[in-house]
């Protein structure tokens, strides 16, 4: 222990105490129940609209609150905003009573300001990456594409102050699923008029949710505190949450283990096995997968057989074992293995044999010819030592050259979206409990694309099987889909399936081991002993 003890300490000196030092300044007393955890990053935006990670995603849940909010047990659809809704029999139309709630400056919440919010989302120009999210309501596609100049043909009704209709192209299942999500949260239209695009900043942000934003110090923390003016501010425990954004693993976890942290949910992969014995340590599966793009818009990789040779080239099962300790499950597929009755179709094995000679037919026998490309991954010592491993093992088994680039967060997704990468580090947790939140992201122009791929038959499965209303067609129609990603045109290459590894503190209650890892804020509580 005293040896584990030491090892944290020269870590944290050799990796920023600086850090640590800076965290712990404090310009007023934290408030009494404060649960703080870190973030891993600074995040890319505020806008619920413009956000897409995880990073994000954390912040949105405790700024702003859509109609339907999550269970904080099972996750399942809760009344949010909306007190109550209405599902017609065909499952076509969601009608939304609103309770009477308020933004963060008192003004009254109303139907309209769901309108306002989810039409901002689907204009084309406001870029939204995550507007196919809205696609399920009716024309809402075919507004963001500007096929359709009308929105009042877009299936989003305001009949009265509280109460907002919503009619869908087809019967959708997990639509309640995907109104808690982010992009359907509402923003407040005098904010944004007023400040443009520093609305979200501190002093001007106006918001719904459990908690306000009271200070954000780029690099340092972000600290938002308890909303007295939140509809349901009695049932709120905690007094305020402070997200810090600590890349490096080892500072976090120094800082967990000095009692600056109450929540660490990523881990210094070489330090599990010791971790593993610690009394706050949690392991629960994840609805989450680690992956690689490939960028198919230029040469090397818009040759399919370039992208099977690397993917066949990479030993998944040893890099689990070796890098991540055995804490993870390699990936041969895109869905993870968690949303029965849905079954992927079995993956590609590792083959460096294969994979050389499909290299050789490419044009580059042995790695001969072959441009040197590069691996883009954001700051995190886990995904460098992953991206070391794979340089070497494409190395050995293609004989190809690889550069890594680590780039910061919002750098790194900037080159991600512009396609201006050969291979990047990616994930993707689910947004819902559905097979299709992995599978829809890779249609021709997703959002989420980023690889620049295109495959017609891809298109019109995962279109087919929106519009089925049998549940064992449309798992066949996906699998099919999965098929053709995985096994036949490989944009991505999976490489592990996530697993919830973390140190949580005792004195924190309210919170519970999920799939998607998603914990409200608002239910949370700290016990000081």
């Known amino acids: 222990m005293r040896k584990f003890v030491i090892l944290l300490a020269a870590a944290a000196i050799a990796t920023g105490i600086y850090a640590l030092v800076a965290l712990r300044e404090r310009e007023e007393p934290a408030p009494q129940k404060t649960f703080t955890f870190n973030n891993g990053t600074e995040p890319e935006t505020l806008d619920p ?7 994000e995603h954390r912040i949105a849940i405790a700024l702003f609150e859509g109609l339907v909010t999550y269970h904080p047990e099972t996750l399942a659809p809760a009344p949010g905003v909306a007190e109550s809704w209405d599902i017609s029999e065909d499952g076509l139309t969601y009608t939304f009573h609103l309770r009477e709630s308020t933004w963060s400056n008192g003004v009254p919440i109303t139907a309209d300001d769901f309108l306002y919010s989810w039409r901002r989302a689907l204009e084309p120009e406001t870029a939204a990456e995550y507007a196919y999210q809205l696609w399920y309501i009716k024309n809402a596609r075919a507004y963001t594409e500007g096929k359709l100049a009308d929105f009042s043909q877009v299936g989003v009704r305001v009949t009265d102050p509280h109460t907002l209709e919503v009619t869908l192209e087809q019967p959708t ?50 600290v938002m505190r308890k909303n007295p003016r939140y509809w349901d501010a009695a049932a709120v425990r905690l007094d305020a949450i402070v997200a810090l954004p600590i890349a490096n693993e080892d500072t976090a976890l120094s800082l967990y283990k000095t009692g600056g942290l ?48 690397f993917n066949l080239a990479l030993d998944k099962a040893k890099l689990c074992r070796f890098v991540l300790h055995g804490e993870y499950e390699p990936a041969t597929v895109f869905v993870p293995p968690m949303l029965p009755p849905y079954e992927s179709p ?72 512009r396609l201006d990468y050969d291979i990047a580090r990616a994930s993707w947790i689910g947004d819902y409990t559905d097979p299709n939140t992995f599978l829809d992201m890779f249609v021709t122009g997703g959002g989420n694309n980023r690889t620049g791929w295109s495959n017609e038959r891809y298109d019109e499965l995962i279109r087919a099987a929106a519009e089925t209303l049998d549940p064992a067609r449309r798992n066949d129609l996906l699998k099919e889909a999965e098929d053709i990603l995985v096994n036949q045109e490989l944009p991505i290459m999976p490489v592990f399936f996530y697993a919830n590894l973390s140190l949580l503190r005792p004195r924190v209650k309210g919170f519970h081991q999920n799939a998607r890892n998603l914990h409200p804020f608002k239910n949370l509580d700290v016990v000081r002993p």
């Not at 609209?49 to 990073?55: E, K």
């Not at 942000?205 to 009271?214: A, D, E, K, M, R």
């Open 49 to 55: 609209a413009l956000m897409t990670g995880v990073p």
């Open 173 to 222: 299942p997990y639509f309640l699923g995907l109104v808690a999500f982010e992009t359907f949260m509402p923003v407040p239209a005098e904010c944004i008029e007023q400040h443009g695009n520093r609305w979200t900043r501190p002093g001007n942000i106006v918001s719904n949710g459990p908690f306000v934003l009271t200070e954000w110090k780029p690099q340092a923390k972000i």
């Open 346 to 417: 079995e993956g590609l094995a590792y083959d460096p044999d294969r994979a050389a000679e499909l290299l050789a037919e490419a044009g580059y026998p042995g790695g001969r010819g072959f441009p040197r490309i590069t691996l883009v991954y954001n700051t995190s010592k886990r995904h460098e030592d992953i991206a070391v491993v794979a340089q070497e093992m494409w190395k050995e088994a293609l004989g190809v050259d690889i550069n890594l680039v680590n780039q910061e967060w919002k750098v790194y997704l900037q080159t991600t979206n």
């Open 262 to 309: 109450d929540w660490l949910d990523s881990l210094p992969a070489p330090l599990i096995p010791q971790l593993k014995k610690h009394p706050d340590y949690h392991k629960a599966p994840y609805l989450g997968i680690y992956f690689y793009r490939f960028n198919c818009t230029r040469k090397p990789f818009d040759d399919p057989r370039v992208r099977r040779a």
